[in-house]
């Protein structure tokens, strides 16, 4: 087999052109509100600390998706089997994910320069525990649309896309309405005053991370197990005495070996 055909049947890499896609759409869409934020005084929103702030959740984000598809790529203990899900996966990596954006949260907030009057001021780590709940909620929904489609096992990669998308804008969109509410009710509890945002601007908020969510479902699972079942296929050609294809030869056909 000429070399070039050798190198196509290579393990495939993570492919990462949808976490490029999802991470510059988070950061959009966590700048966009600032846009329609006009508040000062000890609410008031720098450029510096929006940018940050935005930057640091999308890194989270993306963060939270690689713990959902790496662990199936590479452990048996994420992968879901025949008759069951692997329930206990969600909660080690779906933990890990929650960990890993709560530091990344934390860190920018204790870092960067916020306005008195927020919650991340005054107790960072009660505003990045809240808001890091997303992560662990995103990493557990996408490695559940993830296994119900390696359990399928399909070939058209691209079968219910929609699906997933929907599933999953209506968990983001839920989860973001259920984060700011507890972010001012955990605002209150400390004594802080609520900042002064309509509840029009809260439900753009929420209809952005919908939207964002739609995209996550709809690119993510397809993409990820369109990649593991590649590289099971791959592993297992070449498993067979060095023959990259050997699998797939009939029965009836004697294995030419390279």
Not at 47 to 65: E, K, Q, R
Not at 80 to 91: H, Q
Not at 132 to 141: D, G, K
């Amino acid at each position: 087999m000429p070399a070039s055909d050798i190198r196509s049947f290579s393990p495939q890499a993570l492919p990462f052109a949808p976490l490029v896609i999802i991470f510059v759409l988070d950061f959009v869409i966590s700048v966009a509100p600032l846009f329609f934020l006009h508040l000062g005084g000890k609410f008031a929103v720098g450029s510096l600390a929006g940018g940050l702030s935005s930057l640091a959740h999308a890194v989270a984000l993306t963060i939270s998706i690689f713990f959902a598809i790496y662990p199936k790529a590479s452990t048996n203990f994420a992968r879901p089997s025949l008759y069951a899900l692997p329930w206990s996966s969600y909660v080690v990596f779906g933990a890990l994910s929650y960990v890993a954006g709560n530091a990344v949260l934390f860190m920018t907030y204790i870092t960067i320069p916020i306005a008195e009057g927020w919650l991340a001021k005054s107790h960072p780590f009660a505003a990045s525990s809240l808001f890091s709940l997303i992560f662990l909620v995103n990493t557990v929904v996408l490695s559940i649309l993830l296994d119900v489609r390696l359990r399928a096992d399909g070939l058209d990669y691209h079968e219910a896309r929609l699906r997933d998308g929907g599933t999953h804008a209506v968990v983001m969109a839920s989860v973001m309405l259920c984060l700011l509410i507890g972010f001012t009710l955990v605002t209150v509890h400390f004594g802080l005053d609520a900042p002064p945002i309509s509840w029009s601007v809260y439900t753009f908020i929420v209809v952005l991370f919908g939207v964002l969510g739609f995209v996550m479902g709809y690119l993510v699972p397809s993409t990820a197990e369109a990649y593991i079942e590649s590289n099971k296929l791959i592993r297992k050609s070449s498993a067979l005495d060095g023959n990259l294809l050997g699998w797939a030869a009939p029965a009836s056909q004697p294995i030419v070996k390279p």
